[in-house]
């Protein structure tokens, strides 16, 4: 026996070609900011309110057509992905991540979403932001090292997303560089042996909130996640580190027509 | 005087038969997924929102009818065992344990539970995710060790459940495995006495959430099982450990029929 | 001049007349769960909501009346206590310290209590528990302590109560048996001088929560009960107390009577 | 250009002359509850919830002749003062300060208040209690010490009031009483300079609460008062504080005409 | 495409223009009080309640003129800034920072904002006071440093605004004024290559509230104010500050028409 939900594919759909994609020569360059040095990442996490699922259906996928719009516009100018986390955590039921050359702009991204007649069922749950930078250590790690971390992940999808954000204490800002260099190595190599399966990227916090850094990783194969970070914790460096998480955010990447089916629901 | 509260169990048995229970041959194999190692465990506590009493019972009874569905549908592929909490805890008023091979398993029925009709009443406590693992320890331990922890629980119900967190402090990661495993072999000793009245099972989830690790444990005694986390808190492995609970999560094992018949009321 | 509120007492007795006491020969022995060990004791702290004092008089009167019969009903079984924290504390406005043999009656009342058209205005605070022991250090201390130690407290009422959760740190279970009799003997001499104002009683709480003991103390004489804890705190068995309070929960006892006059207003 | 508030003083005088002050032979004797030691000390923050700014003013205004009614009704036992919070303060909008030779006086206040109409807009933030002792380290100070104390302080209003809860952390309750008292007599020496602008009183919170001390302070001079906290934190005896504010609660004394004035707007 | 929202200014303008801005003659010297010493900056972030996102556009319109009302009377004796937090941060929406000669004065702003129509749908999220003070170490700095010091920021805009509270620990308060001296110096040369594009001002607040310091910075160059915190953090002093931040206060600086343009929406 199964239990079915009325599924509003179709309806959604409709309404989704409606207001048509945004043509390519418009949207920002994706793989440029999400390479280049000097971008600055928002994640930002919401939780919908109690009210959300006492609207009925039509309404809910009038609003879901206000985010897609209010997505949509902004992309000219920033890169934008989605992460649902609901049922993965009880933290938060949807999280953005923003890639923008100004901050000014995932403001604006923000501003616009919350005021939107669907962010108006959005409770921010935590907004961080970092900023990415040229790898500190790498440049003094030993050339065949350097090679390896050129190893490109394997290609399909990582469906799971996981973002830890990271403080390091005291102690570890006043080490002497050639010590941190050390344990660079140490991490990096600890590190290595799942290159291939968990996607990583780092960005700087200092000052633009209440961490040092956010660490991003996506994955398919999430034992893989576990063991790397059980490995991160067995180095030295580990033990300069004052704050991992508190939270972690999971979630799952999806698209915003996928969200938008799963809201509607 | 006794100051009688209208039992609907014949009403609420109606309905459900009505459904139908899943045939064995569509579930899945509880007892492999309990027992193997690669399993993901998820531990979801709830708690009901303020307007759920004031529903009136019909539209109660309707509600939880849909919880039955979404369970059951979902134990095709998943194993879910349910746990009131409500009038032993202040955290949460049910949780949901799931077993599942793949975490977004676990996350696609509580997507379908959040957004059902009686979902809406429901506000996410905690969400712990964990990992069974092959015992780390179990293959350096003695011979007699061994067999001594092969011995099985007594039969019979167990209806108290605790759900415990354990993180370990950095000194534990760093420390070399010959001290790690004599310090689990004075744990292990410590925990044998009670092996017969409190079943343990032990999920790894360092970099799933805040946590490192979710222990579980179910008894009918629960005298001993105070006693064993006693005995645990005395051998010296537990100086590495720098959370214990925080929430400790207590609840009595329960049915899908009797949960819906105490929320029903 | 005086600015009287109306006071409801004739109106409220008769009500309480019709639904009658509970005959003694059905109660459970309360001198017995008090005393013996084995037995769990539950402290159920709650607050009332917002709602509570915009239902009308006869409204909340109606709902007293369940809160009583569902207090009666469980009298069979367990012990029941109240005690008013309003006007005391920030933390609660009332709470409930029940005694039972089997923790499962306790939560049982707590369902019911919570089920119930009174329990729709409670918020669940916090709810602790412990299980009472035969004393650990008292078989070694001298004798003349042990004979000190049988003085009973003063008669009379003893209108303040006190709740104050407690665990110790990871040294002190660490310690050599005879270097903690020795302090626990320190640390009776010094609450000896409060033997008669100031009642204490003893519950082992871990792995039932996130303390290792709750205690329990009554008196007519707050100042003397100030005394003691100074007291307690400057001995050397004091260092290993990692938590006391946080939070101390302080109320006054008060019958089910008194408590609907009070909250019937 | 003047952007004008309606000014309501006229038409609340009428109300509060109708119901005419405590006469001075009924009120409790002020100078000797402020100045005694034995006497219980509560204080209690509160926020005004949303649905009170929605009241239409009349309503407002018979919500505060209540609490008047109240705070008269009880100034026959006890000393009551009030602070305006709001504006300078995100823990609370007012708080109230009771002198009590009982502390079930000061409960009983606050269960009236709580219960009133005015009282359901009340939410409570945080409610400590301490007790006024002898002077535990004035008699072991040098004689001119002594005398420099007894400087009183400059007459004329002292708007500002701050309150700062103090613990000691286990160290300084285990330190060798002359030590403790060469601290304090370092620590009185820091603080004489403030003596005329900044006036202080002292209660012992032990036991009562989850804090030592709470620490009051009124003064004209905020500067001064900064001033004197800076030096205090610069003596040995400052080592031992674990914890000084968390919160620092800061207000405006207010006359019950005034506070009356601010609300009804 | 473009997907457009109604823009208000228009009809916003026009109600603006009907007050009338404050003449200069009538408000306070901002130049004085931004840079003189003795000086009160409180710093008071709020968040919009849900409801003011249901208000029709009309009724947002009519408070926001209130606010501008409110803001405007009290330009005469307080000079007000706005931030707006909403998009960077989850903490606030908006912040006010207000200085003032007396502390009283700035608490009179606030009442008056959250006694308005516009100010029931604020709800204090923080409020933190500091006082400006003479320069505590740059006496003691080298002639060139003092010079260095003394370079102005570059002109323009400087949207960003980042307010950081520190405290520092009772170490430091112990230490030697030279010692302190001596690693204020080499905090001052961390900073001096930043003074061109980070403009910062500090304000003491010891006793004030639970902070010792705020520290305020503006900037247009987000990732020199990263650069310049990350190069504190490395200095010597910083291993005296034992909170940064927590929260970390992130905004915009914007004007009084900008903000009721942006909320008007």
């Known amino acids: 026996m199964r239990f079915c939900m009325p599924r509003l594919m179709p309806f959604v759909l409709l309404l989704l070609v409606w207001l048509g994609p945004v043509s390519a020569s418009e949207a920002v360059d994706r793989g440029k900011l999400l390479s280049e040095a000097g971008v600055y990442g928002t994640f930002a996490a919401f939780t919908l309110d109690a009210e959300w699922a006492k609207e009925d259906q039509a309404t809910r996928i009038a609003y879901l057509t206000v985010l897609r719009g209010v997505v949509e516009q902004h992309r000219e100018k920033i890169v934008i992905d989605l992460y649902l986390m609901r049922g993965l955590s009880d933290y938060a039921d949807l999280m953005f991540r923003v890639h923008a050359v100004e901050l000014r702009e995932a403001q604006n991204f923000l501003l616009d979403l919350q005021g939107s007649l669907f962010g108006r069922h959005l409770k ?30 394997e290609p399909g999808p990582r469906p799971y997303a996981i973002v830890i ?35 990583r990227k780092l960005y700087h916090s200092t000052g633009l909130g209440d961490i040092d850094f ?16 059980l490995a991160l914790e067995k180095v030295k ?4 580190v004052s704050r991992l998480g508190h939270p972690v955010l ?16």
Chains 1, 2, 3, 4, 5 share one sequence.
């Open 250 to 265: 999971m979630g799952t990447a999806i698209s915003l027509p996928e969200i938008m089916e799963i809201l509607a629901q």
């Open 214 to 229: 956010i660490t991003y990783f996506e994955t398919s194969k999430l034992e893989n996640f576990h063991s790397l970070i």
């Open 165 to 199: 954000p990271i403080s390091k204490n005291t102690d570890w800002w006043g080490l002497d560089p050639d010590k941190r260099l050390a344990m660079m190595k140490e991490h990096t190599e600890a590190a290595l042996p799942y290159q291939k399966t968990v996607k």
């Open 124 to 153: 921010a749950a935590g907004i961080m932001h970092g900023l990415t930078k040229k790898a500190n250590y790498v440049p003094g790690l030993p050339d065949q090292m350097k090679a390896d971390l050129k190893t490109v992940s």
């Open 237 to 240: 460096e580990f033990q300069y």
